[in-house]
């Protein structure tokens, strides 16, 4: 079982930067690609970014691609979103999911543990 725990959600003007991290508890984060998602009001979850166990292979969301890096550290058990360049069409709840499946997959369904949120709020 993984228990996932994300911060670093904010308020931040258009332009500006924010970095969200994902701590993971249990021994199988290293087993475990991650992916971010992100839920604005009154709309589908949606696929941000994802990674694979060993960090080398990244998928983007068309929409973020250029302004977002994810990352990870199996080391700290944690991985990362660093967005740049925020929009206010980025403001949703970001949430980070882990799946033992193989590969980086982008559905909702295909990932096993979510953790609770953090909300993203740009202003204009």
């Known amino acids: 079982q993984v228990q996932l725990v994300e911060s670093g959600g904010g308020l931040v003007q258009a332009g500006g930067s924010l970095r969200l991290s994902c701590a993971a508890s249990?021994?199988?984060?290293?087993?475990?690609?991650m992916g971010w998602f992100r839920q604005a009001p009154g709309k589908e979850r949606e696929f941000v970014a994802g990674?694979?166990?060993?960090?080398?292979?990244?998928y983007y969301a068309y929409f973020v691609k250029a302004r977002f890096t994810i990352s990870r550290d199996n080391a700290k058990n944690t991985v990362y979103l660093q967005m740049n360049s925020l929009k206010p069409e980025d403001t949703a709840v970001y949430y980070c999911?882990?799946?033992?499946?193989?590969?980086?997959?982008?559905?909702?369904?295909?990932?096993?543990?979510w953790g609770q949120g953090t909300q993203v709020t740009v202003s204009s």
């Open positions: 249990g021994r199988t984060f290293s087993s475990s690609a």
């Open positions: 990674i694979s166990r060993s960090g080398g292979t990244i």
């Open positions: 999911a882990a799946t033992a499946q193989l590969g980086v997959p982008s559905e909702v369904a295909k990932y096993d543990y």
